[in-house]
């Protein structure tokens, strides 16, 4: 198992950047799918976008593509996510979550999970 923290968030204004971080503790990190999820009040926590173990074939969603980039960093067993062109519609609380195996858009297929971290974009 791996125990996972995320930081970064804070308040941007529209057409901003972050960079969310998510450090693991634990062991074999590097084994593992990690995917970045959000939450908006009100609403469905939904995927954002996932890097397997390997730091290839990395995907998103629709509504970040082009605008967000996640990476892992392995060796210090960080996870980022590169958040650019920020919206008033991407103000959420952001997940970090980890799986073995392959990664996955799906919430219900990881099992460890941040506390999350909160992004505000003002208009």
């Known amino acids: 198992q791996v125990q996972l923290a995320e930081s970064g968030g804070g308040l941007v204004q529209a057409g901003g950047s972050l960079r969310l971080s998510c450090a693991a503790s634990?062991?074999?990190?590097?084994?593992?799918?990690m995917a970045w999820f959000r939450q908006a009040p009100g609403k469905e926590r939904e995927f954002v976008a996932a890097?397997?173990?390997?730091?290839?074939?990395?995907y998103y969603a629709d509504s970040v593509k082009g605008r967000f980039t996640a990476s892992r960093d392995n060796a210090k067993n960080t996870v980022y996510l590169q958040m650019n062109s920020l919206e008033p519609e991407d103000t959420a609380v952001y997940y970090c979550?980890?799986?073995?195996?392959?990664?996955?858009?799906?919430?219900?297929?990881?099992?460890?999970w941040g506390q999350g971290t909160q992004v505000t974009v003002s208009s």
């Open positions: 979550a980890a799986k073995s195996g392959r990664s996955s858009s799906t919430a219900s297929f990881y099992n460890q």
């Open positions: 634990g062991r074999a990190f590097s084994s593992y799918s």
């Open positions: 890097i397997p173990w390997s730091g290839g074939s990395r």
